[in-house]
């Protein structure tokens, strides 16, 4: 079939001793938008290499539509991949490199300069067809290699990091081409990125990975409001993860006990603890109210951390107040900038910050 329905099943690449993908099950539906997000060395490049047919599996299962492919030659799996590290043919002209792969596979003069000028043309680049690459900008460039990519009519397409190489202004721009190109195609793209922002303005599906493990995969908006782990909660930056002894259950309560002594009210959402157990949670910067320590009627409140303010940086909309609590890592908290002036705090000034417990988000155990 023509379906670019990907199945990864108990999928593992050994590198010698490293363990680069280890055991995993994933489906990336047909059509979709998925990004595999992660830090340098999580395995990201050798899962998209394993699609490609350029890297074979230690063990597992790779299907594409209902073709199983490990073993397919990578011309014939119906992929096409896009490298960093984009670089066109120098001495070809625009219109021969959109044609490459065309003209590696047999496919006669007048058939190729059709359908690269009709490639070209949805990449906006038509006029520039008769020119060399060294004419051309970055951006440009850019949009000849997925021009080149896309030649074959590939049912998936597999991007490594294709932004990267590219600067800010530009990033942003080819961020909506790939995302409005891969809805007119309605292909599958597979994304590769360690970048959190562009993973989730992309993607319909985020898979986050870590040491050759899958710890969430799921469309952007659960995995920013609903991290399954601290891991993940952490990667997406927007968390605050802490961690309590459960003290007592109530009705959908679980009241937890802190190392500093304080008090956390969580949701037990689906989660049955028991007393004594460690259990993790976040919440959200942009749920928590940062107030001068005086200002808290007594210490004992629940559903607040105390610290000290690290630094402040004033971001538009919001205001980024960075705390030090002793004993964790780092504490954020995303104030409204009308609200920030209600009552300035500068950096050293002791505060607190508190949460209401509906905001409170429960993690997979620790
Ligand atoms: P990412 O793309 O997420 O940065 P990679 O898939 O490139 O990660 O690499 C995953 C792990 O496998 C890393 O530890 C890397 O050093 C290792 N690795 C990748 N390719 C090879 C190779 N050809 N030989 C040996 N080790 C490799
Ligand atoms: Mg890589």
Not at 37 to 52: E, H
Not at 168 to 176: G, K, W
Not at 304 to 313: C, K, N, P, Q, Y
């Amino acid at each position: 079939s023509n379906s670019g329905e990907i199945r990864l099943v108990d999928l593992t690449k050994k590198f010698g001793d490293t363990d680069a993908v280890k055991d995993i099950n994933l489906t990336i539906p047909h059509g979709s938008y998925c990004c595999l997000l992660g830090p340098s060395g999580c395995g990201k490049t050798t899962i998209l290499r394993m699609i490609a047919g350029h890297e074979t599996p230690t063990s597992g299962e790779i299907t594409i539509g209902d073709t199983s492919v490990v073993g397919l030659p990578p011309v014939q799996r119906g992929t096409a991949m896009m490298f960093q590290s984009y670089a066109l043919f120098p001495h070809l002209s625009i219109r021969d490199n959109v044609a490459f792969y065309l003209k590696m596979r047999g496919v006669g003069k007048d058939e190729r300069r059709k359908r690269a000028d009709e490639m070209l043309e949805r990449v906006q680049l038509a006029h520039l067809r008769d020119r060399m690459p060294a004419q051309l900008s970055g951006g440009q460039q850019q949009r000849v290699a997925l021009a080149r990519s896309l030649i074959t009519n590939p049912r998936v397409l597999l991007l490594d990091e294709p932004l990267s190489a590219l600067d800010e202004f530009l990033r942003l721009q080819m961020r909506v081409e790939l995302k409005t190109l891969q809805a007119e195609l309605g292909i599958t793209f597979v994304h590769v990125t360690h970048t959190q922002p562009e993973a989730i303005a992309l993607a319909d599906m985020v898979v986050v990975m870590d040491t050759g493990r899958i710890d969430q995969a799921a469309s952007a908006r659960e995995i920013y409001n609903s991290p399954a782990t601290p891991y993940v909660a952490r990667f997406m930056g927007a968390q605050n993860v802490l961690t309590g002894a459960v003290e007592g259950i109530e009705d959908g309560i679980a009241r937890l006990k802190s190392a500093r002594g304080e008090t956390f009210e969580i949701p037990r959402q689906n989660v049955t603890p028991a007393i004594g157990e460690e259990m993790s949670f976040s919440v959200r910067r942009d749920y928590i109210a940062i107030r001068k320590r005086s200002d808290i009627e007594t210490e004992a409140a629940a559903n607040a951390v105390f610290g000290t303010v690290d630094s402040i940086e004033y971001q538009g909309n919001f205001v980024k107040v960075s705390l030090q609590v002793p004993g964790m890592d780092t504490f954020v908290a995303n104030v409204p900038d009308h609200d920030y002036f209600v009552e300035p705090i500068g950096p050293g000034d002791a505060v607190a910050a508190k949460w209401d417990k509906q905001h409170a988000h429960v993690l997979d155990r620790v």
